[in-house]
């Protein structure tokens, strides 16, 4: 009997030639427990399921759908799934969380996750539900946006299937491709890729059965108690205007990245700020399935249309590209959506075109900083993969660079081979560990330390100790909520977290749990990830920032200067190694390998 809200089995699936088979695989309780669900639970999959050394967009590298106890429960925010597989971008781990229907629709086909393997004969769909996987040809699908595939996915089969899909980008393997549903997108470090490579256009689920929660009542206070809190003021800036309230802050404390990392203040945030947009564009505020925030601000487009727009495309495709006027902006995040690929690794990379361009590195004079109309044309040229530029930014920055050479590498804003999101390392130091050491690259979902940086609490330009600490923590709390799964909006809103946690699991699951436990939790799947890494080839020497970062100070408005070499960073780094029992070198303690259950 599996724990309350996990039916302790996964679902392996095999898609190789024109039929699909799927196998039940049983998830022992004590791993359960140790890894909780999502993405905790995805990178114990991925050590036990991926061959060592597999191409990320070979027909055996696994591509897993990973849902948690908490997913169907009335928990606000908890209708959540991690997609976890091996990065085509980084050649390492790799995992997204999205919010829809579709994740408990999926976790209602009696599985804790859904791992996919082999690659099907033709462009096909694959469906699962209580009467088990079936694999139909969809040669109709090819090309389509993945909102349209997703539409038509459910006329042929019916609207009681949920729907996750890839578009044009995700086909053509383009390598930060995104997987989409209900318009909410499952977007860093390429898994629409590896669901291309699987010639899978959309996996549909529907639900078959139901799964008990331990204390069913309890459960029902909990949710109605969290529901409260969640309209208080910890989330007021995401009711009021978004994660897009964060530009002209970021701008103002001189941390807002332009044009490729060479400035932190634009001069035309004010035209992107959501205070602007709000008044003059402002049509809709929306939620994800289950959810009592209401995070999503749906703006009005120049000639008809609506475009949700959030910080990070907004800063991907504005200020990095020195793209101030908001239509083009919106047009460039709707072609995203279309093409289906992250705008923050297509606008890192693009800004890095530009800077070429600029050098005279790339011989295509038209793109330039600032030009709307080139970013729309390059953003064209690398969904459709088209010879020369298409397939060189499909890459992503880092494998460009190497193509380009001239130490265009250094300027390259990426880390893992992951592009940089919209914080500038120099002038939030707490961050600049945090995105130099994380698992899956230059990352702020898994390392929120950018709060810590400004909180008022340190010197954001100056790293030490404490920031190395505020660094850890960041990174624990999202190893447990990235986990349960809940959403990190809400996280403000948890006067003790781990306690907290604990005790809304153990009304869940029934397992006595405590904040130490938690903790320890967190700390365990911080060490599966890296453990991982190491074995696909990562070393201590990834565990930086591009050299612009550490050898080209900032001037900023106040008159300092943000100044972060590469000796500072190596001693944070040391730093964190030491507060996670890592070795000089990185490396996980051979006990700690033990705790991370690997053999069963």
Same mark, same amino acid.
């Given at each position: 009997?599996?724990?309350?809200?996990?039916?302790?089995?996964?679902?392996?699936?095999?898609?190789?030639? !024109?039929?699909?088979?799927?196998?039940? #695989?049983?998830?022992?309780?004590?791993?359960?427990?140790?890894?909780?669900?999502?993405?905790?639970?995805?990178?114990?999959?991925?050590?036990?399921?991926?061959?060592?050394?597999?191409?990320?967009?070979?027909?055996?590298?696994?591509?897993?759908?990973?849902?948690?106890?908490?997913?169907?429960?009335?928990?606000?925010?908890?209708?959540?799934?991690?997609?976890?597989?091996?990065?085509?971008?980084?050649?390492?781990?790799?995992?997204?969380?999205?919010?829809?229907?579709?994740?408990?629709?999926?976790?209602?086909?009696?599985?804790?996750?859904?791992?996919?393997?082999?690659?099907?004969?033709?462009?096909?769909?694959?469906?699962?539900?209580?009467?088990?996987?079936?694999?139909?040809?969809?040669?109709?699908?090819?090309?389509?946006?993945?909102?349209?595939?997703?539409?038509?996915?459910?006329?042929?089969?019916?609207?009681?299937?949920?729907?996750?899909?890839?578009?044009?980008?995700?086909?053509?393997?383009?390598?930060?491709?995104?997987?989409?549903?209900?318009?909410?997108?499952?977007?860093?470090?390429?898994?629409? =890729?590896?669901?291309?490579?699987?010639?899978?256009?959309?996996?549909?689920?529907?639900?078959?059965?139901?799964?008990?929660?331990?204390?069913?009542?309890?459960?029902?206070?909990?949710?109605?108690?969290?529901?409260?809190?969640?309209?208080?003021?910890?989330?007021?800036?995401?009711?009021?205007?978004? !994660?897009?309230?964060?530009?002209?802050?970021?701008?103002?404390?001189?941390?807002?990245?332009?044009?490729?990392?060479?400035?932190?203040?634009?001069?035309?945030?004010?035209?992107?700020?959501?205070?602007?947009?709000?008044?003059?564009?402002?049509? =809709?505020?929306?939620?994800?399935?289950?959810?009592?925030?209401?995070?999503?601000?749906?703006?009005?487009?120049?000639?008809?249309?609506?475009?949700?727009?959030?910080?990070?495309?907004?800063?991907?495709?504005?200020?990095?590209?020195?793209?101030?006027?908001?239509?083009?902006?919106?047009?460039?995040?709707?072609?995203?959506?279309?093409?289906?690929? *992250?705008?923050?690794?297509?606008?890192?990379?693009?800004?890095?075109?530009?800077?070429?361009?600029?050098?005279?590195?790339?011989?295509?004079?038209?793109?330039?900083?600032?030009?709307?109309?080139?970013?729309?044309?390059?953003?064209?040229?690398?969904?459709?993969?088209?010879?020369?530029?298409?397939?060189?930014?499909?890459?992503?920055?880092?494998?460009?660079?190497?193509?380009?050479?001239?130490?265009?590498?250094?300027?390259?804003?990426?880390?893992?081979?992951?592009?940089?999101?919209?914080?500038?390392?120099?002038?939030?130091?707490?961050?600049?560990?945090?995105?130099?050491?994380?698992?899956?690259?230059? *990352?702020?979902?898994?390392?929120?330390?950018?709060?810590?940086?400004?909180?008022?609490?340190?010197?954001?330009?100056?790293?030490?100790?404490?920031?190395?600490?505020?660094?850890?923590?960041?990174?624990?709390?999202?190893?447990?909520?990235?986990?349960?799964?809940?959403?990190?909006?809400?996280?403000?809103?948890?006067?003790?977290?781990?306690?907290?946690?604990?005790?809304?699991?153990?009304?869940?699951?029934?397992?006595?749990?405590?904040?130490?436990?938690?903790?320890?939790?967190?700390?365990?799947?911080?060490?599966?990830?890296?453990?991982?890494?190491?074995?696909?080839?990562?070393?201590?020497?990834? *565990?930086?920032?591009?050299?612009?970062?550490?050898?080209?100070?900032?001037?900023?408005?106040?008159?300092?200067?943000?100044?972060?070499?590469?000796?500072?960073?190596?001693?944070?780094?040391?730093? #964190?190694?030491?507060?996670?029992?890592?070795? =000089?070198?990185?490396?996980?303690?051979?006990?700690?390998?033990?705790?991370?259950?690997? *053999?069963?």
């Amino acid at each position: 009997m599996a724990a309350g809200g996990f039916f302790g089995r996964a679902l392996l699936v095999d898609v190789a030639g !024109t039929a699909a088979s799927g196998v039940p #695989y049983e998830l022992d309780e004590r791993v359960l427990r140790a890894y909780l669900g999502g993405v905790g639970l995805g990178t114990w999959l991925l050590h036990r399921l991926a061959p060592a050394g597999v191409d990320p967009l070979a027909p055996a590298a696994p591509l897993a759908f990973v849902f948690s106890s908490l997913v169907g429960t009335p928990l606000t925010t908890s209708a959540k799934f991690a997609v976890v597989a091996k990065s085509p971008l980084t050649g390492l781990l790799t995992d997204a969380l999205a919010s829809s229907q579709f994740a408990i629709a999926g976790k209602l086909t009696g599985h804790d996750a859904i791992v996919i393997r082999g690659r099907a004969e033709e462009l096909s769909v694959l469906l699962i539900d209580g009467d088990g996987v079936r694999l139909e040809p969809a040669p109709e699908l090819a090309g389509l946006p993945a909102a349209e595939a997703e539409r038509a996915a459910r006329a042929r089969f019916g609207r009681t299937w949920r729907t996750a899909a890839i578009g044009p980008a995700g086909e053509r393997q383009v390598r930060y491709a995104t997987i989409s549903h209900d318009g909410r997108h499952a977007g860093r470090g390429g898994l629409g =890729a590896v669901m291309g490579a699987k010639n899978i256009k959309a996996v549909l689920v529907r639900a078959a059965t139901k799964v008990s929660v331990a204390d069913q009542a309890a459960v029902l206070a909990a949710a109605r108690d969290l529901r409260g809190r969640s309209f208080g003021p910890a989330t007021a800036k995401y009711r009021e205007l978004g !994660t897009l309230a964060n530009l002209l802050a970021f701008n103002a404390v001189s941390t807002l990245p332009t044009r490729n990392f060479t400035a932190a203040t634009f001069e035309g945030a004010p035209r992107l700020a959501a205070e602007e947009l709000h008044e003059l564009r402002g049509v =809709a505020r929306n939620s994800c399935a289950s959810c009592s925030i209401g995070c999503e601000h749906i703006y009005s487009r120049k000639g008809g249309g609506k475009q949700r727009m959030e910080y990070e495309n907004v800063f991907a495709l504005g200020p990095l590209c020195g793209v101030s006027d908001p239509d083009e902006v919106f047009a460039a995040s709707a072609r995203c959506d279309e093409l289906g690929i *992250d705008t923050i690794s297509a606008g890192g990379t693009i800004a890095w075109a530009m800077e070429c361009a600029e050098r005279g590195l790339l011989d295509e004079p038209w793109l330039r900083f600032g030009d709307g109309a080139a970013l729309l044309r390059a953003l064209d040229a690398i969904g459709e993969r088209s010879p020369g530029l298409g397939e060189l930014l499909a890459q992503g920055s880092r494998r460009a660079a190497a193509v380009v050479g001239h130490s265009s590498i250094d300027f390259a804003p990426q880390v893992k081979g992951l592009e940089l999101p919209g914080y500038e390392p120099r002038s939030l130091q707490a961050m600049a560990l945090g995105l130099a050491v994380n698992a899956r690259g230059a *990352d702020h979902n898994r390392s929120g330390a950018y709060e810590a940086d400004l909180s008022g609490e340190l010197d954001r330009l100056a790293g030490g100790a404490a920031h190395v600490a505020a660094a850890v923590d960041t990174e624990d709390r999202a190893a447990v909520m990235d986990s349960m799964i809940l959403c990190k909006f809400l996280r403000g809103v948890f006067d003790d977290p781990f306690t907290e946690w604990a005790r809304l699991l153990e009304l869940v699951t029934g397992w006595p749990l405590d904040a130490a436990e938690l903790r320890e939790t967190a700390r365990r799947i911080v060490r599966a990830k890296r453990a991982y890494n190491l074995r696909e080839g990562a070393t201590a020497a990834d *565990d930086t920032l591009p050299p612009r970062m550490l050898e080209t100070p900032l001037e900023l408005g106040s008159g300092r200067r943000a100044s972060l070499d590469a000796g500072r960073l190596r001693s944070m780094v040391a730093g #964190y190694y030491a507060a996670r029992g890592l070795d =000089a070198e990185g490396r996980v303690a051979a006990a700690d390998l033990q705790d991370l259950l690997l *053999d069963g």
